[in-house]
């Protein structure tokens, strides 16, 4: 089983060493997968290896050196942090190879320095507890480590480290068994101010006075040597008086009684201070340190450190108060604690044992034994009562923990006290922190044995009027799994609850299972609910652990065995699987049914969060068939009311759930007249007429209400509900007509589910409530919403034209028969790109979607009628209207608007195409499968990635489509070789890939070359694509297959050139091809490639304006003088006239350009010139004006005359 530990805050969250779960795009749970998991210290040797590299830095300058020992140390441990046990096999030999360089540190402080750095990351990752045990304890070092640190500078924080380590180590050695003042002549020390020399105990007692009051690590060491130091008999009995009172006052010191307001410093001083003092009375004998604990009490009355606002101060005063508390008693074992007994798990699960023999650390004591307590441990008592209301957790659980120690030395009477004062908070009134410090003590109190059962067999325990377990505790504990304060989702509510998961788990190991007996249904029922449906990931784990350790340790919880399983660490990760899937299995062992039901309508139906409501509706219409009588008889009337409350959020939930568990009745294959009371089925009806008369669909709370309402009239149109020719059909269709004409009115966010949720009750209740029994539509209903619906696709306003068109797409058939025609007329109206602005881009979308639905809600006739059937006189315009929209490429300032229209287009096409090849495949043609399937190909390609995410998709569905497939698809063989069936194109990379490969199929090379070429010369996709591009064209070894792309090439930039979307990445991929030498083939030949790409290219020049563009033809030119012939000279005249263009970023452009071009390309003019050239063209300040710069444009043009023509 799963044990839990508590912690700070978040006590009872379980984590599973070494397996973490994968989370995909949504945030779901993918995969579990192992992770972080380690058995063994396997870095010990590089670990020595850089210690031995240590003297290497001896040198001062070598301070990269000491970086790189420092990082990568500093890595390896770090890989600890979670597994630090594995270093204890090794830390005994890598303090051998450290400590040296500490005892040499006088010699050479620079190693010293390093090597303390390296022992402090050792402790860090291994706690100082385990680590400081390892230090060597031996005589000869004490004088040597306390002689270093006297020489220490405490303002140097470069060797912070060192100090720290240094009273570590000190901390070991004050422990040895012999008395300090026999080393007092052998090593003295400084001489104080009156020339005396200082005892041992005395420099030992300075150096610690000295760093516990700085402000860095040190002092916190400094503390830990002092409580070892000053619990030492012989420093006891000289010194501790006079220590204790130097805390007391530099407390009084640091805090000025006119003063309140601390500073940073006061603050750090106050705590170090306070917590060494817990440290003395913690570690020293309760005999010795007994009588100054009254007097630290009345000192730390009078300094209230209790309402300080720094968090730690109070911490640790909690701390400090325990700790006098326990001073004051006798450490024993209580006689009237709860004995359990052995808590072995496996012996648990054999079956009855006998009990052993409890083995105690201390003697118990009898009753009449205990001492007389004083009144300060009811002083210290109610303080730590106190500390569980703290604002801060760290403090509420000091105070906890305190309580319990406390508690256990207390006779029985005191002891009931206690607990009945901490059940006193457990009240409405009480805040969130109070509820959760409360239950932590009770945490606290149940492991140690001190909350007693109210059945244990004990007469005089019966006597007593105090609070039990029975009548208290767990009726408190089920009622703070489930607890929320009126934010709902404030963090120390969380905290409540996760600390209630943790008391159930304390329950389950403290008490013998026939104790915990009458309340286990109570118990198992609200872990189970907390573990289903809890809103947060840790509480819901922590109620599944605190399950699964009660099923373990008791063994009487009903179905524990069976329902372990099912709520497990990883079954509780995602929230909706919980309240779908897991509650439903839940609810089928009758002891959960009723109890989770009434969970979901009294508290998740009624939630802040909408989509906790959404998801106990859902929840509810899965749980129905599990308790369908209860559901009608008892769910529905109680949630009726709510749907007029107050308050939105009740409202919202009770409307969706009512519709849910309608629908899920509907389901159950009864009609809802024999299942639901008339009373019933007339409160669903006057849903909407209440709304509607108190105003509920106003503002922002009526967009929730709207999407709730639209809901319950498509689940009730889909449960038949018998109100055919009622008044209330009418009033519910201009409910829906309302909200897709003011869709415009609400927020951007809203609108998406308002459209979906006002066309879904659209096409419900249009199908049930407006046709006939023959199967026609009512009369005058037909040309009423067609009328209405059609003129709404001219409006004005691009919401109201989109969602009028998606209400056209979800109309019945039986509507469209007889003007489906004039249907599809005016949906192809507002898909069709425009020419001008506004685009319309949403609407053209929503006209795309419901072109494809309409398609596939009428039938589809070969002979049909146009005007009720998709047949051979329509189906052409349908998809010329859908292959328009997939070649949308329409932009403004916000980029590509129209993506959204291609992606529905691709879907749309798809979905229609598939329907056809079932119920009528003589409308795919071959010239129809032609054209389709030359359509998409090309965005494969794209460098939308979205976009050719969803058309990759879309190919390979059909390409691969079985149920019947698709005849007709040019070169379907290779298609299928290049995109194999059970292999998935998942990145960019792949499907550029792939996309290069079906440029050797001739049907698809010009569109799919176009767009190749324009990812080419994208910056974001160019890296991918360059690759796969150029391997096709150097696979172009015969002249012919070259001619054929050169010539296509050209016929591509000829069209596409002059299109300002695409022309600059054409003509970056045409000069990526240039560079690369895909050319080289016809570099010799007299091949008019060449020429007709310069003249396209300066064509271009004719009407360029875009900087960019302009420098991109540029580098095309530069390209073309690989190439022989004349065209060499009026490349170089061009570019010689751009030498002299009046932007300066031009100049400088060519400039560069000519000089690399000169370098690439020896053969253009012989050594001597072109060495003057280059000169001319690096010395030159071409940012200079043109005026300026026309004598070395002379000289240029000088030596350009001289530009070979054909290699010599």
Sequence with gaps: MVQMKGGSGNGAAMAMEGMELEMDNGGEPGRIIWGNVLYSFVESEEAKALIARIPDTRNAGLFWEWENLMQRFTEIMNKYQYQPHLLDPHLDSLLELLLPFVRDGEKEPWLCNLACRFLQLICKVRGYKAFVRLFPHEVVDIVPVLELLEQENPADLERCQVRYILLLWLCMLVLIPFDLARFDGARPGPETPDGANPTLMDRILNIAKLYVLQQDPPSFAASILISRFVTRPDVQKLRSPQFLDWIIEQLHCEIPPSNREFTIKYQYHTEKLLYTLALIFKHGKREDFLPYASTVLHHLKDLNFETSPNIALRKVHSKLLQWLGLSYLKPHLAPWRYQRGSRCLLDNLRGPRKEPEVCATYPETREEDYEEVPEDVEEIIEQLLLGLKDKDTDVRWTAAKGIGRVTGRLPKQLADEVVASVLEYLSAGESSTTWHGVLIAFAELARRGLLLPSRLPDENYKQLSVPTIQTHVVPYLCKALLYEDQLCMSRISIQVRDATCYVCWAFARAYDPKDLQPFVNEIARGLVIAALFDRQLNCRRAASAAFQENVGRQGTFPHGIDLVTSLDYFAAATLTNSYLNTSVYVAGFPEYTFPIIDHLVERKIVHLDSAICQLASKALHNLTPKAPTYMADVVLPKLLPLTSSRYLNTRYGAVLSCSEITHALHKLGRRLSDVLAAETIQGLKDIHSNLQASKRYRGLAGTLMRRAVCSLIEKLSLSHIPFKNDAIVESWQELIDDCLSNIHRFNAGDRPGIEAAATTALSALSREFYRTESGQALPGIQDLLLDHYLGGLHCDIEQVRGSFAMALGVLPAFLLRGRLQQVLQGLYGVAKTPSTFPAFHDARSDAVFAIASVCTTVDACWDGDEQADLCQENVDAVYNALMEAMNDFTRNIQGDVSLKVRVAAFRAVTDVTLLLAKREPRFLTADLMRRLMCAFAPHMGETAKNSQMFATSSFLKLLHHDSPPL??????????????????????????????????????????????????????????????????????????????????????????????????????????????????????????????????????????????????????????????????????????????????????????????????????????????????????????????????????????????????
């Excluded at 974001?1020 to 015969?1038: F, G, H, M």
């Excluded at 990526?1072 to 016809?1082: A, E, N, P, T």
């Excluded at 091949?1087 to 003249?1095: D, G, I, M, R, V």
């Excluded at 000089?1155 to 063209?1177: K, N, R, V």
Aim: hydrophobic share 40%; aromatic share 8%; glycine share 4%.
């Design 967 to 1208: 005849d007709h698809i040019p070169h379907r063989r290779q298609l299928e070789e290049i995109f194999p069936r059970n292999e998935a194109l998942c990145t960019p990379t792949e499907i550029f890939s792939c996309a290069a490969r079906v440029l050797g199929l001739p049907a698809y090379r010009p569109g799919m070359l176009l767009v190749l070429l324009v990812a080419a010369g994208n910056v974001s996709t160019a890296q991918v694509v360059t690759k796969p591009l150029l391997e096709y064209i150097r696979s172009n070894e015969d002249s012919v297959e070259m001619n054929d792309f050169c010539e296509l090439l050209l016929e591509i930039l000829d069209s596409h050139l002059e299109n300002p979307r695409i022309s600059a990445e054409l003509l970056s991929a045409a000069d990526v091809m240039l560079s690369s030498g895909c050319f080289d083939i016809i570099e010799g030949s007299n091949h008019p490639f060449p020429q007709k790409l310069f003249s396209q290219c300066s064509k271009f020049l004719c009407h360029v304006g875009n900087l960019n563009k302009l420098k991109k033809v540029i580098s095309v030119f530069c390209g073309l003088m690989q190439f022989h012939g004349e065209l060499r000279r009026d490349i170089a005249k061009r570019l010689l006239c751009f030498l002299g263009h009046r932007l300066l970023q031009v100049r400088v452009w060519v400039a560069e350009q000519l000089y690399e071009m000169l370098l690439m390309f020896d053969d253009l003019l012989s050594p001597e010139d072109g060495e003057a050239t280059m000169c001319i063209l690096s010395e030159t300040n071409w940012e200079a004006t043109p005026d300026t710069l026309k004598p070395v444009l002379d000289k240029l043009k000088e030596y350009m005359t001289k530009l070979q023509t054909h290699p010599v």
